[in-house]
């Protein structure tokens, strides 16, 4: 009787779990997203009149934008942009940052949301496919090995400002930013430690960025055999447990003479930079590109573990107004507590009190009394909605429909738009590991306790 009651009041906080986000849900704009928020677009315009130049400027801020919205989301580069009024339906709104003028100047800085629903249905027009899932944060630690060794962390270093510079200003799907150092760092990443890959070494390294991999993008100007010098570069991606996954990019530049191996251009080492960014951009977005014309779906389960206990500290008898427990630690602030078979409901609570409470909820009896050390249990209903909350976050994400759900596990089948691989990496990048469960079938995986 007290497991049908308890799933009950789980179906009631459920639902208005699901109310509450849906509600919020429906309230977010397209540009929560930033898939679709193309920031910092510079412009200036003179012209006979002040309208004049700010119209022109605006239209000019649009075009630049959504330049760099396809180039962010697609991998196409001759896509015609040629009507205006193409354009301008694609931009739902354009922020200001600072503006000034004159009598016929106009000088701004622009943010603009573009509405993806339109941008969406441009690319099916267009018969593009596109990318949209942010890649989690990777550390990028420039290393250069010249005549005096490996030099890393110094700002005077050509090779090391010229990748801090280009992250400043990346604007793709993948997340970069340039690996900072400690004083332990800087005696122990050691020539030894990047020509043998030293896991735990790279672990450390990694943890300290915060991030859950690194990549060592080494530059090494060569002299060969037969007189030629080289500049070879390599990446390699190393993950959080500092275990090499695997070299992403390699390549063989030939100098023009050996003095070069003592000062490489700079124009040389730019491109490196940036065709290691842009081949990083290219493999992100064909790995997670959305085809538009592919509709699929997936039956996932979703587990609701009992991961919420503690025990009573002293005996708790029928006249009690508060629970004395060893520790409230971690249960929500006000809620549902199951006792033997008893439903008690608490408003607040304390440290080590659970208070303001409410016995014998959905008319469970009342015990005289319950012994210390008795265990309380409580159930990680958030668990539910905010896995619901993922998935409807996902922006190919057509509907999410609950199939079954009790007090221990939900199903749900989810319809989106494109493959699964895209599907489960996305889902991924949000936290959520997915594996197969049976035939056509999968779990929430991280969730299983």
Known sequence: MIRKKYN???????????YYLEAFANNKDDCKNSSFYIKNIKVDFTKETLVEARSLAENQ?????????????????????????????LVDFIKIN?????????????DICFNRELIIKFFLEKKLKYAETYKQTIAVLPIFKGPRGFILWDKKDLWYSLWKENLNSVDGLVNLKIAKSNLYLNRNITSKVILKSDKLQIKKLIDYQNTDSILL?????????????????????????????????????????????YKIKKNILQNEVINIIDSIESSWKKVNLIDTYIDNQIDLWVPIPRSKTTSLSEIFYFND????????????????????????????????????ISRGFLNTKIATEHKIDKTIFQKQIDIWPSSINILKSLPFVKETKVISLTSNIGRIIVKFVGNKKSFFEALRQKGLIIEDYNKDQYIIKNLVK
């Open 61 to 89: 801020a649009r075009k630049f934008a959504l330049d760099r919205l396809l180039k962010r989301l697609t991998l196409s580069n001759n896509i015609d942009m040629s009507k205006n009024t193409e354009l301008l339906s």
């Open 98 to 110: 600072n503006e000034a003028n004159s009598d016929n100047r106009y000088v701004a800085n622009f």
């Open 217 to 261: 993008v080494l530059a090494e100007p060569v002299l060969s055999n037969i007189g030629k010098t080289f500049l070879n570069v390599s990446v390699k991606l190393f993950n959080k447990n500092g275990e090499l996954d695997s070299t992403i990019y390699s390549n063989k530049i030939m100098l023009k003479k050996i003095s070069s191996i």
């Open 321 to 356: 107004k508060e629970i004395k427990v060893k520790s409230t630690s971690n249960f929500f602030k006000s809620g549902l507590l199951e006792i033997g078979d008893e439903l008690v409901f608490y408003n607040s609570k304390n440290d080590y009190l659970f208070q303001n």
């Open 8 to 18: 009950i009041i789980f179906l009631i906080i459920i639902g208005i779990n699901l």
